[in-house]
């Protein structure tokens, strides 16, 4: 069974940094994609960014210029380096691992989210 274990969130005051993290633990060869998204109240759950095992990333509006997603392949971790956090910013942030490789096949696993709450 693969688990994704996120970490980092908390409450911030506007224009600070918080830094979120997600392991994968389990039975994985590799793992594709990972990615964070994120769930304010009252809006659709959105892509923040994501990122390839090469290192290619890509970010969604929410997460265009002040974040920065990274990862470490051989921890399978993924990070999520979030600045100048606006209010806006308040949200659960779900880290999403896509293409695991296991013993089993290919699976897609969800973390069970983190709450990052950014105060005015």
């Known amino acids: 069974q693969v688990q994704l274990v996120e970490s980092g969130g908390g409450l911030v005051q506007c224009g600070g940094s918080l830094r979120l993290s997600c392991a994968a633990s389990?039975?994985?060869?590799?793992?594709?994609?990972m990615a964070w998204y994120r769930h304010a109240p009252g809006k659709q759950r959105e892509l923040v960014a994501v990122?390839?095992?090469?290192?290619?990333?890509n970010y969604g509006d929410s997460g265009k210029g002040r974040f920065t997603i990274s990862r470490d392949n051989a921890k399978n971790t993924v990070y999520l380096q979030m600045n100048s956090l606006k209010p806006e910013d308040t949200a659960v942030y779900y880290c999403?691992?896509?293409?695991?490789?296991?013993?089993?096949?290919?699976?897609?696993?969800w973390g069970q989210g983190t709450l990052v709450t950014v105060s005015s």
């Open positions: 389990g039975s994985i060869f590799s793992i594709s994609l």
């Open positions: 999403n691992a896509d293409g695991v490789h296991t013993p089993n096949g290919y699976l897609a696993v």
């Open positions: 990122i390839t095992t090469g290192g290619i990333t």
